[in-house]
């Protein structure tokens, strides 16, 4: 499968992760390209700089705000930005992974300043640079269509940096809060090294790796520089290349039984999980004591977000209590995303193979719902178009 190991010696921010994969081998035009989908696509630009760090070769980006009286909002709201990306012209794949990353900076923020996730106030400039940072990190994840992210330890410097709420220490509240059990260390500056915005990247898609996990095979790799001028690189080293290892993480199963909730809870509560970062959740019809019907959630999770999602189940579903058990070995057939052209337009095809040998290829379905809205033409006629385009393909 494809994947990145990002190496963060001098922690990470948005925009080194866009320099890092632009770098490493997405095109500008297309980034840019992508980001005119955005119904706020007339209030920015985008500037990409080649510049040197220490020496190293980076990419420098930089969101220039345009029409800033004309379009000041004073800030926007969680609310506001999933409905601005919901309309958007943005592929399915792309807005779910930009709502995830903003959806744990969100709860983080929320957290800190205790207030709901949904009710955190992104200020303009902060919106803008935020949104044009992670829409455009998951629009460049999607054109290398990576699957699997490791991350090093985080260097997160140290002082304090001034925002909207005057100084706060390093690393901020909300980096913090994003970075609870992650492998960290304050480093030798004097400076804000892991922004909200690196931090939330990390949280939503990164898994921890110390050095470069084993069975990475490395095919370019992509430096993208940071605002400061530092005495190491400041600079984020993005390694892109193929993986064919085993996680090193713990895997369980949390599993719960439910037999007095309202069942309209449990997509909203798919959509949570999903987000904190479980693998996978799933529900079984049981019945218990008095051959009352209910149903047992399973929620399949690694090490790193387990408490996490027992909190959300504690807090969105009416149980009291839960069992938690580790998963002995989990096997993976290797997978990777194949882009066809069908008459209807673009599908992702998610293909498979065990041993050399493909096992499965199955449209996205989201992409499918998409067209076949758009197009106004049955669901099942898109599948079956993507499904004879990518035969076609395969031989």
């Known amino acids: 499968m494809k994947a990145l190991y990002l190496d963060c010696f001098a922690g990470i921010s948005g925009n080194m992760f866009l320099g890092a994969l632009l770098q490493a081998g997405v095109p500008i035009a297309y ?19 080649e510049t040197s760090r220490n020496g190293i070769h980076a990419l420098y980006v930089d969101v220039i705000l345009l029409n800033v009286k004309e379009h000041h909002h004073g800030h926007r ?40 996730a949904e009710e955190v106030a992104f200020h303009e400039v902060g919106a803008v640079d935020s949104i044009v940072d992670i829409v455009g990190a ?44 992650w492998q ?6 004097e400076k804000e090294l892991v922004t909200p915005t690196g931090a939330g990247i990390v949280r939503a898609l990164g898994l921890y790796s110390e050095s470069l996990p084993k069975g990475f095979v490395t095919e370019c790799i992509g430096y993208g520089a940071g605002s400061h001028e530092l005495n190491i690189p400041n600079v984020l080293r993005v390694y892109r290349g193929e993986y064919n290892g085993a996680v090193d993480s713990k895997l369980a199963v949390i599993e719960v039984n439910i037999d007095d909730m309202n069942p309209q809870i449990y997509g ?15 529900t079984t019809s049981i019945f218990m004591k008095k051959n009352r019907p209910a149903q047992m959630l399973s929620v399949l999770v690694d090490e790193e977000k387990q408490n ?8 969105e579903t009416t149980s009291i209590g839960l069992r938690i058990m580790p998963v002995a070995q989990r096997l993976e057939a290797s997978r990777h995303i194949a882009k066809v052209e069908t008459k209807y337009g673009v599908v992702n095809c998610k293909v498979s193979a065990w041993e050399g040998k493909i096992c499965s290829v199955s449209p996205e379905y989201e992409d499918c719902k998409a067209l076949a809205v758009e197009k106004q033409v049955p669901l099942k006629v898109i599948q079956q178009e993507a499904m004879k385009v990518i035969d076609e393909r395969l031989g």
């Open 31 to 49: 980034l840019e390209k992508e980001l005119g989908k955005l119904p706020m696509a007339d209030e920015f630009k985008l500037e990409v700089n």
């Open 77 to 116: 709201r969680m609310a506001d930005i999933r409905e601005l990306l919901e309309k958007s012209a943005l592929s399915m794949a792309v807005k779910q992974q930009a709502l995830s990353i903003f959806e744990v900076i969100a709860e983080a923020e929320g957290k800190v300043h205790g207030k709901p």
């Open 138 to 181: 998951a629009i460049c994840l999607d054109y290398l269509e990576v699957e699997r992210i490791f991350v090093s330890r985080l260097t997160v410097g140290g002082g304090f940096v001034k925002c909207a709420h005057g100084l706060l220490p390093v690393p901020a509240p909300a980096v913090a809060e994003l970075l609870m059990g």
């Open 184 to 189: 960290t260390v304050k480093g030798s500056e």
């Open 268 to 282: 909203y509560l798919y959509e949570k999980l999903l987000a904190a970062g479980a693998l996978d959740v799933w």
């Open 308 to 315: 996490a999602c027992v909190a959300i189940i504690f807090a």
